[in-house]
């Protein structure tokens, strides 16, 4: 099993604005850090928008932040939110194979889904972030000179 890279750049958007959560950041300026697809991240930022984990601002002077504080953001419930967990046909709504009313494959990989999310449920956007990895996103703020 595999996450997207629409999950796995979703995840790199919500790090990257809580690191850099004392002010709004831009897609742009995320794309060029992780050197990947501004439009691709576009659409990643807009399911995160949609699902509650970003807030944005538009106009001049606009951008990204975190809708709620990166300790209340849950791993798994982003995951869930971003990822198509079908991981075989039968755990999906076309479901055609033959077997499905008798196999046990099905309750044998939702046990490992459960336990696999059962993990991610256990950390919050804060748990991801540590000082290495703040070293290397924080983007410096310009400081007004003052007069």
């Known amino acids: 099993m595999y996450l997207t890279q629409h999950?796995?750049?979703?995840?790199?958007?919500?790090?990257?604005?809580?690191?850099?959560?004392d002010a709004l950041v831009n897609i742009a300026?995320?794309?060029?850090?992780?050197?990947?697809?501004?439009s691709h991240l576009m659409k990643v930022v807009t399911a995160l928008v949609k699902g509650g984990f970003?807030?944005?601002?538009r106009g001049k002077g606009g951008g990204l932040k975190l809708a709620q504080s990166a300790d209340k953001i849950n791993i798994g419930t982003v995951?869930?939110?971003?990822?198509?967990m079908q991981i075989v046909e039968c755990m999906g709504?076309?479901?055609?194979c033959l077997i499905a009313p008798s196999c046990?494959?099905?309750g044998v990989l939702n046990g490992g889904l459960k336990a696999f999310f059962?993990?991610?449920?256990?950390?919050t956007l804060a748990d991801l972030i540590n000082k290495p990895t703040y070293d290397l996103l924080y983007f410096q703020k310009e400081i007004p000179a003052t007069a």
């Open 54 to 57: 970003l807030s944005s601002v």
């Open 93 to 96: 709504d076309n479901n055609c």
């Open 29 to 38: 300026t995320i794309a060029e850090t992780y050197n990947i697809s501004k």
């Open 79 to 84: 995951v869930r939110h971003l990822e198509p």
């Open 7 to 21: 999950t796995d750049y979703g995840l790199r958007v919500l790090i990257y604005t809580a690191i850099n959560d």
């Open 118 to 123: 059962n993990h991610l449920d256990g950390f």
């Open 104 to 106: 046990r494959l099905m």
